[in-house]
């Protein structure tokens, strides 16, 4: 059996056409930041990537009714990062008064430490 790379270039210039002759639309791609949760010992931390976006325009806030964490950017954006809004559902084990914000190089962290467990209580 022989095998012929013919059909290969015309195929792979049939697909090169097909995207070529497109019209491209910039406001049907969203960038929407990178996350990534962690569970450590005594806390949880929330990292994303929001490069060249200025803290000032970043808003987060934590909703004590709904216990839920929402991350979110109205400014006009970056090739990077657009428009976007994240909320995180946030464990009851979570000590509510002490979480922090730090942003450095790109990268927004939230770090939501653990409450002191109550659940055993030694009394003798």
Known sequence: MYWTTTKFPSMFQDLMSDLSDRT???TDF???P????ETLDNSYVIKIAIPGIDTSEVSVEFDRAEDTLEVSY???GNE?????????????TVDYDSIEADFDRGILTLT???????????IM
């Open 80 to 92: 990077f990062v657009s428009k976007f809004k994240k909320s995180y559902q946030v464990p009851s």
């Open 30 to 32: 969203i960038n929407t």
């Open 74 to 76: 109205n400014g006009e």
């Open 112 to 122: 939501l430490p653990k409450k002191k467990d109550q659940s055993k209580i030694k």
């Open 34 to 37: 990178s996350s990534k949760v």
């Open 24 to 26: 491209w639309n910039t």
